[in-house]
């Protein structure tokens, strides 16, 4: 890859950032300061190259997609930008003659406080892929100033601490305070008439300004740089000198303290009011700061919001930036003068939306009486949206149920999914199932009614980072067999494909994984001080922590296999070591019971001398993308364990293909379609299929039943409700037996057998590696570059620019 800059520049516009910015020379520089000048000579570089993008953007009228999300897992940004813009080697050299590691500069840089999940990190990996691709784009978000927390796990249980990301990691943005705008909450409408034309105004308000902050994103060879714009609130007046001065301190700092409160954390804990009232505060501070940013931009290029369709595409990447919707519509109706219908033509067919989930959490719906109250003018919109579209729905179907069913308030609620299908002119699931889903039963009434606004995107990728990147041993060999043309193009990963029956490549492949695996070990070594045997296999499940992903399935299995060891101890058994990362929602209590009871389990298994040389559990604490970036590379089996019809799509299933892991997992989400490309005999599928699920739920499904035919099993729930791991897990073992929402027990018989399969085949080795270079060969598919290319081409009509 062709390098942006020589040796001699680099090192003269480092030399050069560390005189002007730290005032210091490369020989009395720390590390900070060099990480932190070669950060800003990297910016330096994507501005220009940003510039002539957009240049050549605008030359060519090309339309610009704008992408909200309430997160981006961004990870870190210096090993990401040095490759995509060819500076890796080069920047080794320059620093080499400074006596200084990359790799230590890489350590200087924390993970951006951006995100949590899967969500954040496809919004992240869409980056890369929209600037790799060459379409113009900018991402929205909010700039968290503590992120969602760092993870600290005391005697098991999670415990949150802020997340201290900016004082490292605040160097890639940029803030652009000339772009600040003010959003307001509360106050009240006032309504009046101007000859035929309705009048509106939102006055009292309270107003809170968005600071905007530009983190730009590299895509390959830097000819194209996407930028996320994070939004940071503050108060108008940060201090009032006036109640100051009357002895008043506490309210002098009061109205700065309450509008920062908008960007502390990442999904605030939303089990009480508070937390629900700024989650609402939250969203809307986004939504109108980047619609205010879109339409003041498109303004000044175009001159009109005529063409605003033709010109620009507004992503809502699940339901939180649903209220774009409202929002457009106050500024085409209030600022800008339009007629209801053509501001309501002009939002339809800039807008579509991406659903990410069947979970009923996620489906956010907010009280009318909280969301008027805070917002009234957009209340206003959404109502005036509701009785639109209800009288709509009754002209199309003349059935009262289904009006009700569809409508946007209902019963005391704002239903934001249901106003984001209205709203957008396509929706799309992120895998072939849950699109399915969709279709038939989540937005089954709209489907019936628009059938032709639904399709499906499966999720993607970036692949240069969860290969090339994290695994540079397993690109280096790909690029020796296939050349480096994956490195732009995943599809020709299946070159691979003719080597997964050569003993010398096959014999390479077990080598470079057992290299990651001692890599990995260290690590576990020196953050949990558990020495881990990297001949053993490493199961990995790292995910959010939660019941539908079903983490606790893995852990009575683990439970289970404890006591069988400890029953049969001279029973042959192939060494495992289950590895799990993941955080928990700060207010979701079963979450962080699951967390605690892995981590009881590793206690206790590590205490027992007879089991541990042949079953370890390790629970990496604060689970994030450069600690994902060391594990992944060395998983072996990917737990993807969900109940078939509740995972949309995971990437984390995509990353360990990428990487040689195989699936073991459900028939879910993408693993429907992983399952596909990989054939029966690459991957381990157990459990019910969706249909199956929906059947034994109408039929009546009775947990209890498989406790009692099942002696395993009925051992292990047993023991969770002994002291056997030093503390009682009765309320985990009480939900299973007498609800069981995921049907744990159900496909525990099918998951304890597919388990042992697995252990049978890894000790073929030959078989297992072959397995493992079919995976990786047929993982071009799941690119986020080819993510992008079919929302471009099925919804959102953009052409690349050339």
Same mark, same amino acid.
């Given at each position: ?588 209590? +079963?979450?962080?019971?699951? !967390?605690? &009871? ?7 298994? @590590?205490?027992? /001398? =007879? *089991?541990? %040389? ?42 360990? +293909?990428?990487?040689?892991? !195989?699936? &073991? ?7 429907? @379609?992983?399952? /596909? =490309? *990989?054939? %029966? ?65 159900? %496909? ?55």
């Amino acid at each position: 890859m062709k390098s942006i800059l020589t040796k001699h520049e680099l090192r003269e516009l480092l030399n050069t950032k560390l005189s002007h910015n730290f005032g210091m020379t490369p020989e009395t520089a720390d590390n900070t300061c060099i990480y932190k000048a070669l950060a800003l000579v990297l910016r330096d570089e994507m501005t220009k190259l940003r510039k002539n993008f957009k240049d050549r953007a605008a030359a060519q009228q090309s339309k610009q997609v704008f992408y909200l999300c309430m997160e981006f897992l961004m990870g870190q940004s210096l090993k990401n930008t040095l490759f995509n813009l060819g500076l890796t080697e080069t920047a080794k050299e320059v620093l080499a003659g400074y006596g200084i590691k990359l790799e230590k500069l890489y350590d200087e840089e924390p993970d951006a406080g951006l995100g949590n999940g899967g969500l954040g990190r496809l919004a992240a990996c869409f980056l890369d892929g929209l600037a790799t691709t060459g379409y113009p784009a900018m991402g929205y978000s909010i700039r968290y100033e503590y992120g969602i927390f760092r993870q600290k796990l005391v005697d098991g249980w999670q415990t949150e601490l802020p997340d201290f990301w900016l004082p490292g990691g605040g160097i890639w943005l940029e803030q652009r305070r000339d772009r600040a705008l003010e959003v307001h909450f509360e106050g009240r409408v006032e309504d009046s008439w101007d000859d035929t034309h309705h009048i509106c105004r939102h006055t009292d308000y309270s107003t809170v300004t968005a600071v905007p902050y530009d983190l730009m994103v590299a895509g390959l060879d830097g000819k194209a740089i996407s930028v996320l714009r994070l939004f940071a609130a503050e108060a108008p007046q940060g201090f009032d000198m006036a109640e100051f001065n009357s002895g008043n301190y506490m309210r002098a700092v009061e109205q700065a303290s309450m509008a920062g409160m908008i960007s502390k954390v990442l999904y605030p804990a939303d089990n009480h009011p508070e937390g629900k009232s700024l989650r609402l505060r939250q969203q809307y501070f986004l939504v109108s700061a980047a619609i205010q940013d879109i339409v003041q931009n498109h303004l000044a290029q175009h001159g009109t919001l005529d063409n605003l369709p033709e010109k620009a595409a507004i992503h809502l990447n699940d339901t939180h930036p649903t209220l774009v919707v409202p929002e457009l519509m106050r500024l085409l109706l209030d600022e800008c003068g339009y007629d209801w219908d053509t501001a309501w033509d002009l939002v339809t067919r800039t807008v579509a939306y991406t659903n990410h989930t069947v979970m009923s959490e996620a489906l956010e719906c907010w009280g009318t009486g909280m969301f008027e109250s805070m917002l009234p003018r957009i209340y206003q919109i959404v109502r005036e949206i509701d009785n639109r579209h209800r009288h709509a729905t009754w002209c199309a179907t003349q059935n009262a149920d289904m009006v009700e069913r569809m409508a946007i308030i209902s019963n005391g609620a704002v239903r934001m999914a249901n106003l984001a299908v209205v709203a957008a002119h396509k929706v799309n699931g992120v895998s072939r199932l849950h699109s399915e889903i969709l279709k038939n039963d989540l937005f089954h009434d709209f489907y019936t009614v628009t059938p032709d606004k639904f399709t499906n995107v499966t999720n993607g990728i970036a692949h240069r980072r969860w290969l090339c990147q994290a695994n540079p041993k397993l690109s280096s060999l790909i690029s020796s067999l296939i050349g480096d043309d994956f490195i732009k193009n995943a599809d020709a990963l299946e070159g691979l494909l003719k080597y997964r029956d050569d003993a010398t490549v096959l014999e390479q492949l077990a080598q470079i994984k057992r290299d990651n695996k001692i890599r990995l070990s260290n690590v576990i070594k020196k953050q949990n001080g558990i020495p881990v045997d990297p001949d053993s296999i490493f199961d990995m499940q790292v995910k959010r922590m939660h019941e539908y992903k079903r983490q606790h399935l893995n852990a009575l299995h683990i439970l289970s296999q404890y006591l069988t060891i400890k029953e049969n101890p001279n029973l042959p058994f192939t060494p495992k070591t289950y590895i799990f990362g993941a955080k928990a929602a700060s207010g979701y209590y +079963m979450a962080k019971e699951m !967390i605690q &009871l892995i981590c009881y389990l590793s206690k206790m298994i @590590e205490a027992d /001398e =007879a *089991v541990r %040389d042949k079953l370890r559990v390790v629970y990496l604490e604060d689970y994030r993308v450069s600690l994902a970036e060391c594990m992944i590379p060395a998983a072996e089996i990917s737990e993807q364990i969900s109940l078939a019809g509740t995972e949309a799509s995971g990437t984390g299933n995509m990353k360990l +293909m990428l990487n040689g892991a !195989i699936t &073991l997992g459900t028939e879910d989400g993408a693993n429907v @379609e992983i399952h /596909e =490309a *990989v054939g %029966d005999e690459n991957i381990l599928i157990f459990g019910m299929r969706e249909h199956e699920v929906t059947a034994a739920r109408k039929a009546g499904y009775h947990p209890y039943t498989f406790y009692q035919n099942n002696a395993d099993l009925h051992r292990a729930l047993d023991a969770l409700n002994s002291n056997l791991l030093g503390k009682k897990f009765d309320s985990i073992a009480q939900s299973l037996l007498n609800n069981d929402p995921y049907m744990v027990l159900a %496909d525990y018989s099918d998951y304890a057998a597919t388990q042992a399969r697995a252990s049978a085949l890894y000790a073929q080795q030959k078989e297992w590696q072959h397995m493992s270079l079919t995976n990786i060969a047929k993982a071009g598919c799941f690119a986020a570059d080819r993510s992008i290319r079919d929302y471009a081409n099925g919804i959102w009509d953009a052409k690349p620019v050339k």
